[in-house]
């Protein structure tokens, strides 16, 4: 799918429970390559990203993605959360894979076999595919976090939401994602926008940041 050339925010007011992570912002964001949103815990990285997912919405203004609101756009975007329910972990990761695949953005039913292959293939082009059969549960936190990449890019989107991929990695596990994160935009052309606080692993590979702190949203090149 294509990836959106940009993210617009039309003054913003956006509040989690109490907090208002947002506060009238108005702001354009080119999307190609690798956006990170960065800022400090509780900053609300997580809120905005499923926001742009309409998952949660503002409580004023209007967030558009290529010009179309995220409940329009949300079929072409691929979406990791931070963290995973209790009930994920039992799961094969060949079938969290698959979970994705019964969505919007497939319009009619995939026939189990297809969904199948689509899967193996997503989770090879992730380095996953040799664990595809375990829980994800019984995966270390690298494993798991190829086979979340795996299932974000279920679909074929344009655009990934990635929130904190590099979480709970080792130096060298943070490079081998980092490399993936950067080959997925060069080979499949998708753009990324994720947030993370292993801003030493990104250096030189992201596009801009946009930094986040109490309610202001500003891009940094
Ligand atoms: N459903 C909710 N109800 C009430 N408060 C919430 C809810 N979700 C988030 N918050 C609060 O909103 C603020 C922003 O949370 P959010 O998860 O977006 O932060 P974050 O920047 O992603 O943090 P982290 O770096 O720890 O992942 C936090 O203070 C959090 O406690
Ligand atoms: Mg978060």
Redo the contacts with the bound molecule.
């Keep these: 799918m294509a990836s959106p050339d940009n993210l617009v925010l039309e003054n913003i007011t956006l509040c ?4 208002r ?1 947002l506060n009238q912002v108005s702001l354009t964001v080119p999307l190609e390559g690798i956006t990170l949103l960065s ?10 990203l499923r926001a742009c997912l309409d998952l949660v919405r503002p409580e004023k203004g209007q967030i558009l993605i290529d010009g179309l609101p995220p409940g329009m756009a949300c079929e072409r975007i691929g979406y990791m959360p ?1 963290g995973l329910s209790d009930a994920a972990l039992m799961i094969p990761a060949i079938s969290h894979v698959m979970a994705a695949m019964d969505g919007a953005r497939w319009g009619v039913p995939v026939r189990f076999g297809q969904r199948k292959r689509e899967a193996e293939r997503l989770l090879a082009l992730t380095g996953a595919l040799s664990f595809s059969k375990r829980p994800l549960g019984h995966l270390s936190g690298g494993e798991r976090q190829r086979v979340c990449l795996a299932q974000a890019l279920a679909g074929q989107p344009g655009l990934l939401l990635l ?2 991929p590099l979480a709970a990695l080792d130096h060298d596990a943070q490079q081998q994602i980092v490399a993936l994160l950067v080959s997925l935009t060069q080979t499949l052309g998708v753009s990324i926008l994720m ?1 993370s ?1 292993e801003t030493a692993a990104l250096e030189g590979k992201v596009t801009r940041v946009l930094a ?1 702190e109490n309610g202001e949203l500003h891009v940094r090149i």
């Design positions: 989690a429970g109490q907090t992570v800022g400090r815990n509780g900053a609300g990285k997580s809120t905005v931070q929130d904190e947030t606080h986040l």
